[in-house]
């Protein structure tokens, strides 16, 4: 059995100044649902939160690639 290489993810949310972007209305009231090993996990946890907070439009949840900010050369989706 191959294991798949760690490919750390962060998902987040929080107020944003404009539903079309990615600033957040206050930095101290960002939510941190939690950090994962892969995009699937990731996806999963942020499509929860997601929809939990659909009808709110200045609610945001992201996904953040940070193995491509911590190891930028290396191959990863």
Do not use: C
């Not at 760690?6 to 950090?35: A, C, N, S, W, Y």
Request: charged fraction near 30%; aromatic fraction near 10%; hydrophobic fraction near 40%.
């Amino acid at each position: 059995m191959s294991e798949q290489p760690q490919l750390l993810h962060l998902v987040m949310g929080g107020r944003v100044t404009d539903p079309r972007g990615t600033e957040f209305q206050d930095l101290k009231d960002i939510h941190v649902v939690g950090f994962f090993p892969n995009f699937e996990e990731a996806e999963d946890a942020w499509r929860g939160w997601a929809q939990r907070t659909v009808d709110d439009a200045e609610m945001k949840y992201v996904i953040v690639h940070l193995h491509k900010l911590l190891e930028p050369d290396l191959p990863g989706k």
